[in-house]
């Protein structure tokens, strides 16, 4: 089988640096494109220059030429960045493996629009732990429906931008969905001052950022008397570049289509069908 032809989008970030190592190592894909924005000082460089290699392939600022033999582009960047490479592959046909995270409904509906041209996996988290979680966190929610408070609590390293978490605030939707809650109507992001005693219908979410927590989450459920805990700790990236690698696998014989990590490890109600 021919290899994966991959281009990278944020390939200087934590992610993308993550990623073209991931790809380099691998035998059924092969580095193709590496982007970044403009003026980024990289540019012009080899994608592999921060591991003493050479790849072969130079770090540009120009979509044309960084996707010229890209079948996929992998992109870990912000929502800004991945609508302006969103609107590129869909002209163009080439693939998309989202990992960014903070879109608000115009960016996620643009994403769904795009799908219906070309296939997308689109997911706050790759990782197979935390994807495992979801369905666990399905289980506990319909067990544990009543009595019990949520509360979601995640932790990453400083220079996160969004908060909470894409992963989080995917676990608070399919928690509320098990539930039958509206997770934008039940969702609490933070409490301060005299805030009144919980309302059993809401789910709780803290944040923490700090130093270099790749990224922790717990989901806390409270009774009077006992309290379960379900948590995910990632020790390193590579776990969700190796998912990202998983999805351009799955997606490599789908045409069009909006897919998640579920879809992907075949865990979503429909392939369990
Ligand atoms: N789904 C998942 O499994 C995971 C998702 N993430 C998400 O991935 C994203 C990136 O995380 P991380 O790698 O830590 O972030 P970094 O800040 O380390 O990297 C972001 C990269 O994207 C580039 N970038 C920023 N803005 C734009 C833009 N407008 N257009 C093009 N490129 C841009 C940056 O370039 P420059 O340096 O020049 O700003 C940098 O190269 C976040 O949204 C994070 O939440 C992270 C880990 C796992
Ligand atoms: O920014 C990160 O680092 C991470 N972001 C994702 C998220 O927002 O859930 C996934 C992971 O937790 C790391």
């Keep these: 089988m021919s290899k994966l032809k991959i281009a990278i989008a944020g390939s200087t970030g934590r992610m993308g640096k993550m990623l073209i190592e991931t790809v380099l190592n691998s035998s059924e894909a092969e580095l193709v494109g590496a982007l970044d ?19 072969g392939v130079r770090i540009t600022d120009n979509l044309a030429e960084g996707l010229a033999q890209a079948d996929f582009l992998i992109d870990f960047t912000r929502p800004e960045g ?5 609107a590129y592959c869909r002209q163009h046909g080439v693939k998309l493996i989202i990992g960014t995270t903070g879109f608000d409904d115009a960016g996620k509906a643009a994403i769904a629009a795009a799908s219906q041209e070309i296939a997308i996996v689109f997911a706050p988290n790759m990782s197979v732990g935390v994807n495992a979680v979801f369905k666990l966190l399905d289980v506990a929610a319909r067990i544990l429906n009543e009595g019990y408070d949520i509360e979601i609590i995640e932790a990453h390293h400083r220079y996160k931008v969004d908060a909470p978490s894409g992963t989080a605030l995917g676990m608070g939707e399919v928690i509320a969905n098990a539930l039958g809650r509206d997770l934008k109507t039940c969702a609490v992001y933070g409490r301060e001052g005299i ?45 969700y570049a190796h998912g990202s690698l998983r999805a351009a696998r799955f997606l490599r014989d789908k045409p069009t289509g909006l897919y998640t990590m579920q879809d992907v490890l075949g865990l979503s109600a429909e392939s369990a069908d």
């Design 37 to 55: 924005r403009p003026g980024n000082p990289a540019i012009g460089h080899d994608a592999a220059a921060y591991l003493g290699k050479n790849s």
């Design 195 to 239: 805030t009144g005693e919980r309302d059993p219908n809401t789910i709780g979410f803290a944040t923490i950022r700090g130093g270099d927590v790749v990224g922790d989450h717990t989901v806390l459920f409270a009774a009077l008397g006992e309290r379960v805990e379900i948590s995910h700790k990632s020790s390193s990236r590579v776990g």
């Design 82 to 86: 991945t609508l302006e490479h969103l």
